[in-house]
Nanobody
Framework: VQLQASGGGLVQPGGSLRLSCHAQ???????????MAWYRQPPGEPRELVAE???????TYQDSVKGRFTISRDNGKRRVYLQMASLMPDDTGDYYC?????????WGQGTQVTVSS
């Protein structure tokens, strides 16, 4: 299983980005059971959970991103998305896609998000 994340970049404060993660080589029935999440690691800080979405589509968010970020999933495409709006410099970091299914953890490579004017 490989989690391929994309969509990061440089954006000004107040801007938006959409991150996408594709669970390559994960069969559909397994993906449908997976809990998917986005973590981020700000510079010099530990990795932290940003948002997660259950297999049934129930989202939860870190308090600092509530109302600004939206996590969603497309099971047919085996993708999870993170729509980020009203971005702030504190949102800067490497964003990682994560999957947990059948007791196994999977991590994607990071995609860098920089919020700066």
């Amino acid at each position: 299983v490989q989690l391929q994340a994309s969509g990061g970049g440089l954006v000004q404060p107040g801007g938006s980005l959409r991150l996408s993660c594709h669970a390559q080589r994960m069969i559909l029935s397994t993906y449908q059971m997976a809990r998917m999440a986005w973590y981020r690691q700000p510079p010099g800080e530990p990795r932290e959970l940003v948002a997660e979405i259950s297999s049934s589509g129930q989202p939860t968010y870190q308090d600092s991103v509530k109302g600004r970020f939206t996590i969603s999933r497309d099971n047919g495409k085996r993708r999870v998305y993170l729509q980020m709006a009203s971005l702030m410099p504190d949102d800067t970091g490497d964003y990682y896609c994560y999957a947990n299914v059948y007791g196994q953890d999977y991590w994607g490579q990071g995609t860098q998000v920089t919020v700066s004017s």
